[in-house]
T-cell receptor
Framework: EDQVTQSPEALRLQEGESSSLNCSYT??????LFWYRQDPGKGPEFLFT???AGEEKEKERLKATLTKKESFLHITAPKPEDSATYLC????????????????FGRGTSLIVHP | KAGVTQTPRYLIKTRGQQVTLSCSPI?????VSWYQQTPGQGLQFLFE???????NKGNFPGRFSGRQFSNSRSEMNVSTLELGDSALYLC????????????FGPGTRLTVL
């Protein structure tokens, strides 16, 4: 069974204080790992897709990295507008015998950035 | 390019009633997936439709059903509502579920009294 664990559950930072969010996963074969940002009462907003170990992607103050067991979302010099819940999801490659591509989501990390 | 739209945004129902939620995907996207999000369980996959056919289904009771129309718009129906069905219902679209990133709509907040 695919599993995704995100840590920490909650993180409070001061504006400008860089940090990292962790997403540990267990899948039989990784097709893709996704990062989303979700603001309260809204749908998740797509940030990144990573496909293979060693891959990195950046967007403004965010940088996502991927290893064979985990992914990190690095936030450099965060601002209060970066406050949100960050979700990680994995999509496994079905075995040759068949299966589905249903993604498994982690519970998220709630990030609050204080001015 | 317009994003995924969901209607209604908020809904209040009572136990035993049924509800229909609507989702319009991004233009050109043919795959529509539905998710339930609750504080206790997080984001859980309900089902996915592609070209009017259900291709994947999550572990939810038969009270939850859906369909997709020829224009890719999708509806989700929940019959005999229970208190535990209160949740944010999210729709996500992609060009093809198998290969592409999913883009989420704003969700429908369903409250069952």
């Amino acid at each position: 069974e695919d599993q995704v664990t995100q840590s920490p559950e909650a993180l409070r930072l001061q504006e400008g204080e860089s940090s990292s969010l962790n997403c540990s996963y267990t899948v039989s074969g990784l097709r893709g790992l996704f990062w989303y940002r979700q603001d309260p009462g809204k749908g998740p907003e797509f940030l990144f897709t990573l496909y293979s170990a060693g891959e990195e992607k950046e967007k403004e103050r965010l940088k996502a990295t991927l290893t064979k067991k985990e992914s990190f979302l690095h936030i450099t010099a965060p601002k209060p507008e970066d406050s949100a819940t960050y979700l990680c999801a994995v999509q496994a490659t079905p075995p040759p015998s068949g299966g589905s591509y249903i993604p498994t989501f982690g519970r998220g990390t709630s990030l609050i950035v204080h001015p | 390019k317009a994003g995924v739209t969901q209607t209604p945004r908020y809904l209040i129902k009572t136990r035993g009633q049924q509800v229909t939620l609507s989702c319009s995907p991004i233009s050109g996207h043919r795959s529509v997936s539905w998710y339930q999000q609750t504080p206790g369980q997080g984001l859980q996959f309900l089902f996915e439709y592609f070209s009017e056919t259900q291709r994947n289904k999550g572990n939810f009771p038969g009270r939850f059903s859906g369909r997709q129309f020829s224009n890719s718009r999708s509806e989700m129906n929940v019959s005999t509502l229970e208190l535990g069905d209160s949740a944010l219902y999210l729709c996500a679209s992609s060009f093809s579920f198998f290969t592409d990133t999913q883009y989420f709509g704003p969700g429908t907040r369903l409250t069952v009294l």
